[in-house]
């Protein structure tokens, strides 16, 4: 890796006094993150920039935990849980530490109860305020806001996630990206995994298609975020009409949880506020609607906000005109809904209801989008 290409990482270090995100992002394990952040603490050792190893996990693959060697590490701190001994980054030692930059590898962990953060991601946060520069790294499939659509494609239900707001203060986002058949080229060579797990991986997770869709994940994702820093730094001549987007959900658990992550995947690509807008009518009052919608609804409350929504909850019987009065008061563009039960097109030729909303939301300039459940 050559010593120019961490020039501009060192240039926005030196820019603000908060700390600046790099973040390493690729479409699966193995394609080699790792490797490059490593290689990057090389370069930046080099320029004389005082970099430690917050934390590194190099999976024991040999050309990684190669270039370990003679690198400085920030110990790691042991805690006994559950009557085991496992180790977690040290974030306090970090802050007492307090070097110019630091690497956090696997930026979706979860810590070990006992520590001050629940996830490290937070803990990423920590040291940023702190005015430390992070170098981290995560995968596609960690991503919150595509959770549901990366279990369509791999049958997995990722339990350990991010939320998009890291990635929309990353100063800087790397894509490293490998052919499908370099990927598997590489698990087989046992570059990856060892040995005794390469078949069922082979099996599983890493199937040509399925690689496919998260590269193209992973791709979309980096293209989002160029556009986002080109619409934020670079000046328009031409003033474009701001969006902003108004997710409105229900207690229906499968639907509300749909129209939030899709919502948010949009006004992530236009770099917009949005808000999350729940109409409560007499019909779903608590005392009428059962517990576990209850649970849901709190649970969809707090997937929008740490998806960075504004949260509105209103009573009224008029949902309709709720809608249109919260969109006009909040300067909405674009009004997101989730796929009726009813055929859309019975939807609106039988209900009055529906049509108010189309008549008004057509005089007022305002999109609607009907997201479908299907992922």
């Known amino acids: 890796m050559k010593d120019d290409s ?18 390493y992002i690729g479409m699966s394990a193995g394609v080699g993150k790792t490797y490059r952040m490593l290689q990057e603490v ?104 595509i959770n549901e659509e990366i279990e369509h494609i791999t049958g997995i239900n990722v339990t350990e996630r991010i939320p998009d707001k890291i990635l929309e203060i990353a100063d800087e986002i790397v894509n490293i990206d490998l052919t499908a058949d370099e990927l598997v080229t590489r698990l087989k060579e046992g570059k990856i995994y060892d040995k005794s797990k390469i078949e069922r991986a082979l099996e599983n997770f890493f199937q040509p298609d399925k690689i496919l869709q998260l590269r193209e994940l992973a791709l979309k994702e980096v293209v989002h975020q160029v556009e986002r820093k080109i619409q934020t730094e670079i000046p328009k001549s031409v ?13 229906n658990a499968e639907t509300a949880g749909v129209v939030i992550r899709k919502t948010a995947r949009l006004a992530s690509y236009y770099h917009s506020p949005w808000i999350v807008l729940y109409v409560q009518s007499d019909a779903e009052s608590l005392d009428k609607i059962k517990l576990d919608k209850q649970r849901h609804l709190i649970n969809h409350f707090k997937l929008a906000t740490e998806l960075g929504a504004e949260v509105i909850k209103i009573k009224s019987n008029q949902i309709t005109q709720s809608i249109i009065n919260m969109a006009t008061e909040k300067e909405i563009t674009t009004i997101c809904i989730g796929k009726p039960h009813l055929n859309i097109f019975q939807v609106i030729m039988r209900t009055a209801i529906f049509n108010q909303l189309l008549r008004n939301l057509a005089a007022k300039e305002i999109d609607l989008v009907v997201l479908s459940q299907i992922i």
């Open 6 to 23: 961490v020039k501009h990482f060192i240039e926005l270090i030196q820019k603000s006094r908060r700390g600046k995100l790099k973040i």
């Open 42 to 145: 090389h370069a930046l050792l080099r320029n004389g920039i005082d970099v430690c190893i917050g934390y590194i996990e190099t999976h024991k693959r040999v050309e990684t935990e190669a270039l370990t060697e003679g690198l400085p590490f920030i110990a790691r701190k042991k805690i006994f849980y559950r009557g085991k001994e496992i180790e977690e980054m040290d974030l306090q030692g970090i802050l007492n530490r307090h070097p110019e930059i630091v690497v956090v590898d696997e930026l979706a962990h979860t810590n070990a109860e006992g520590s001050k953060n629940s996830k490290r991601w937070q803990d990423v946060f920590d040291l940023l305020e702190a005015g430390i520069n992070v170098i981290s790294a995560v995968n596609i499939q960690h991503l919150e806001s």
């Open 239 to 251: 003033k474009l009409r701001s969006e902003r987007f108004l997710a409105c959900i229900s207690s």
